[in-house]
């Protein structure tokens, strides 16, 4: 009984000194946001709406830039070697140059001291695009040797063209390194820059590594792409003719395999290319006269090797290719 009162008293005696010592502590109330946070993000969203947003700049302008570091990592991330002389050479076109020296003279500078020693890309330029080209139509040729000139034709300008060009620069970090006149970079710029760039990995490693490099980041564009979405047949039916006659197959005959909803508001039908009695191809459509232009269109791909469950590109090298075959062999 003692040992309860005296542990009562004990705790009693901790209650009233802390409650004593609560009373001297002074709590202050913290807010999560500043009272004038609200006042002054809504006029920086008035501002944002009426101003605008503001102007985009180029990584040049932002802290933390070697320009040198990033050439040498840009040749490094692309596994080239390539000469960082003719490398920078490639990013410099000559609107930059232009424009640098208009704002060296504003600025009141003598035409000597103003002067660049840098040189443009126009040689590399010109040098890429031509090899470029040529590199293609022969991959082209090579890849689909019973493709017609007109096929051929557009999907060399497919992959040569501007926008697909461009991808591939803005995808490889060519944009952030290009010295132009204005930012963001304009289409025609950014093309001659990659253009250039293929021009200095020619002249630096010669033209297999350039082949390499063109097979690797511009003709992988081709993978998923279908081919008349790069070649506009008017009439596939007079295409396929003409593709019977020269290798004397007797002439495709459509013929309507099945239907369905014929006297819906969605009709489907099936039309079958039959040439001496084999099947070439079908396919549907809304009416009679699209489904036999599509089974046309199935057909040509075949006959052009652009069919849809057909062998993915090799992009491997021959010599490449030798050490591998041979390993699996051998197991």
Known sequence: MATGFLLNRAALTLGIHCQSVCRNVNFTQVREKKRWMKAYMYVMAKKLKIEGPPPPKPRSQKPNWDYHAEVQAFQNRLHENVSLELLKRAFVNPCYLIAESERRQGLGMDTELSALTLKDNIELSAKGEAITK???ADWCKASYPSLPADGAQSVVDHLTGV???NYVAANLGIEDLTMSAEFPVPNEVLYSTFMAVIGALHESSGAERAGFFLRDFLVTQMIGTDLFDLWTVVNPMGLLTEELTKR?????????????????VLPLFFVGLYSDKKLLAQAPGETLAAAEEE??????RKMYGFNENRKPINFIPQQEQQPTLQAVSSS
């Open 134 to 136: 040529v590199f293609i």
């Open 163 to 165: 926008s697909t060009v």
């Open 248 to 264: 004397n197959i007797p002439l495709p005959e459509p013929r309507l395999i099945r239907s369905a909803g014929a006297s819906t």
């Open 295 to 300: 089974a046309a269109r199935v057909a040509l």
